[in-house]
């Protein structure tokens, strides 16, 4: 494999990777290939199968022991498809506090939450993952990691 950014040869080995792309910043990516470039420094992180990977994802984030927060809440929603206006109308809120939820700006009730979870477990997910636009701003309280193995689909670490 050449890197695309110039070319030269990439070397390849197994990591543990933080997998903060998808919005959000306590998951870790187990034994999973890393190619470097041995010139430039270039480095791509390969993620077979990242449908699985959400989709996992979105189940261990629904069994969460806590209340869901602004990140969950927006990585649950966009896993399902669902634009903030959409997902208020499913959750029969006013659009305004669905993005207070999601900002951390108000809490999630008990009864949104509950029913958010139901969707993730009951639905399909989208087929299309914009992960830029799963980052969210930093919270200052961080849940328990969530460490994710492929063996052969993804699912969480012991």
Same mark, same amino acid.
């Given at each position: 494999?050449?890197?695309?950014?110039?070319?030269?040869?990439?070397?390849?080995?197994?990591?543990?990777?933080?997998?903060?792309?998808? +919005?959000?910043?306590?998951?870790?990516?187990?034994?999973?290939?890393?190619?470097?470039?041995?010139?430039?420094?270039?480095?791509?992180?390969?993620?077979?199968?990242?449908? +699985?990977? =959400?989709?996992?994802?979105?189940?261990?984030?629904? =069994?969460?022991?806590?209340?869901?927060?602004?990140?969950?809440?927006?990585?649950?929603?966009? =896993?399902?498809?669902?634009?903030?206006?959409?997902?208020?109308?499913?959750?029969?809120?006013?659009?305004?506090?669905?993005?207070?939820?999601?900002?951390?700006?108000?809490?999630?009730?008990?009864?949104?939450?509950?029913?958010?979870?139901?969707?993730?477990?009951?639905?399909?997910?989208?087929?299309?993952?914009?992960?830029?636009?799963?980052?969210?701003?930093?919270?200052?309280?961080?849940?328990?990691?969530?460490?994710?193995?492929?063996?052969?689909?993804?699912?969480?670490? +012991?």
């Amino acid at each position: 494999m050449n890197c695309s950014n110039c070319g030269s040869p990439m070397s390849s080995k197994r990591e543990n990777v933080k997998y903060d792309s998808c +919005g959000l910043d306590y998951v870790t990516l187990l034994d999973v290939e890393v190619r470097r470039c041995t010139d430039c420094g270039e480095q791509e992180t390969v993620i077979p199968n990242v449908e +699985g990977l =959400h989709l996992a994802l979105a189940r261990a984030v629904a =069994h969460l022991p806590v209340r869901l927060r602004g990140r969950e809440i927006r990585f649950l929603r966009k =896993h399902l498809g669902y634009s903030g206006a959409d997902a208020a109308k499913a959750l029969s809120v006013r659009p305004e506090t669905m993005s207070r939820w999601e900002n951390d700006k108000d809490v999630i009730s008990p009864a949104a939450d509950r029913f958010l979870r139901l969707m993730v477990a009951n639905q399909n997910p989208t087929q299309f993952y914009p992960l830029a636009e799963l980052q969210a701003k930093k919270q200052e309280k961080r849940p328990s990691p969530i460490r994710m193995r492929r063996n052969p689909d993804w699912q969480l670490a +012991g």
